[in-house]
């Protein structure tokens, strides 16, 4: 993948807008039975941007993230990746996922395969790869993330970082137009949380878009471009991370800032 390969471009963490839009999300709707776990979502994330989620537990924040590849069904609304509007089902959705890696707070790697056959299986059998360029590309990824001497152990082999990191590395090998990183740090130990974070850090330096759900203010302070505040299923508030973090606007903001802070 060009992009893991060259030098980092120079980064800041202002508010830029990189590129033209890649995710477009407009007046988006998702029920549950009678609860209703997203309310009128407007949300545009910029090619090369990075886009931190943020927000108490419950307030729709993995909901988002998992309905932009269609995880979760949706109840109204639109989804346009790269202008291309969500499938429902069938390979077109199947084409669709490909181009947006995924990388849980559970890590879901293959338990049976070994850490370079769980990286190599979506580029052969989606993308159609010669399972030697599929291996090569693999290491290479596996180098990136600082776990290459793992690649033929199995995943129960792993600390928990180093699966965290192999799965990034599986989702990079399908050569995503976007990353979603739902709570990707929070079924780790802490002494392993840095170690997954700096990837992260990395790749948002290199140009690749994110959108992030984390609990990790250090992280979006750093990487973010922005900083999505969401409260009761609602997008509360917007904003660069160094206008949230010294001057939220909203009440909702600032009391959940608070109690990190007195925590």
Not at 38 to 54: H, P, Q, S
Not at 128 to 136: P, T, V, Y
Not at 167 to 187: C, G, H, Q
Not at 205 to 212: D, K, L, P, S
Request: with cysteine; net charge neutral; glycine share 8%.
């Amino acid at each position: 993948m060009a992009t893991l390969d060259g030098p980092a471009p120079p980064t800041s963490n202002i508010n830029v807008r990189r590129g033209d839009p890649l995710v477009v999300i407009t007046d988006l709707q998702k029920h549950y039975g009678d609860f209703q776990a997203l309310k009128d979502i407007d949300l545009t994330v910029n090619r090369g941007e990075v886009v931190v989620v943020i927000g108490p537990s419950g307030s729709g924040k993995s909901t988002l993230c998992r309905t932009i590849n269609r995880l979760e069904t949706i109840t109204s609304g639109g989804i346009t990746i790269d202008g291309k509007e969500l499938p429902k089902e069938g390979r077109g959705l199947a084409e669709l996922r490909a181009d947006v890696g995924m990388v849980f707070q559970s890590f879901n790697l293959f338990a049976h395969l070994t850490i370079l056959d769980n990286v190599t299986l979506g580029p052969i059998k989606v993308r159609k790869m010669k399972k030697s360029d599929a291996e090569a590309q693999a290491r290479k990824l596996l180098e990136r993330v600082g776990v290459a001497q793992q690649a033929n152990k199995l995943p129960a082999q792993l600390s928990g970082g180093q699966q965290q990191r192999v799965a990034i590395a599986r989702a990079l090998a399908m050569n995503p137009k976007v990353m979603l990183f739902d709570e990707p740090t929070s079924a780790l130990d802490p002494e392993m949380i840095n170690e997954v974070l700096d990837v992260m850090v990395s790749l948002a330096q290199e140009g690749m878009t994110m959108i992030v759900v984390t609990h990790e203010m250090g992280f979006a302070r750093k990487a973010a471009d922005r900083v999505v505040f969401m409260a009761d299923g609602q997008i509360v508030e917007e904003s660069s991370p160094e206008q949230f973090f010294t001057n939220p606007q909203s009440a909702r903001a600032k009391d959940f800032l608070s109690k990190l802070l007195t925590h």
